[in-house]
């Protein structure tokens, strides 16, 4: 949901540009999102993610595994009536799973076509990498892409339904983790 840049001196610079670009249209309320969350939170059905995980255009939560489709339509409606839009992404395993809410423009695949817009790269030559749920629309987009081997049950059912769709732009890798992204980028030729 942020792009950031580092400047001649080493540091990291917001970049103005797709900050402009995300609060354009008007059409985001971060507060509106946390009111929306705050009965499933005093039920303790949800609870808010770390601060650095949350920015001006994203709220991240923790969802009991069993509530996520009732908070998320039950916020997305309440966005809905209050005039606003947002993206709901869930993704993680376990009794608790991960539910972010971000600004309508906003997303891992936004910003990758942003940047390598921005720094003139064509898709073939722009790749991705993940591990999980939240991945599944970067993932998804033009750009080559790379599964590692440790993704989590809901990427991996999200590449079974493809089937031969995205053979030669998406890799499953079997390594894990950084060694996923490797073997991934050596099978693409990259190295």
Partial sequence: TEVWWFDQGGNYVLDEGWRRGLEAGGRWDRDLICQLARPYIETGWAHFRP??????FKAVFGVRAERVDDMIAGMRAGVEQNGKRAKFIFSGKGDWRYVDVVCEGAGKLEATVYVRSKLGFPAGRT??????GNDILMLSGAERAIAVGNAQEGLLDWIKSRGDRDKGRLFKANEGHARGMLEGLRQMGFC
């Avoid at 601060?51 to 001006?56: A, V």
């Avoid at 790749?127 to 999980?132: E, L, W």
């Fill in 127 to 132: 790749v991705t990498c993940g591990d999980s």
């Fill in 51 to 56: 601060e650095e995980e949350q920015n001006g």
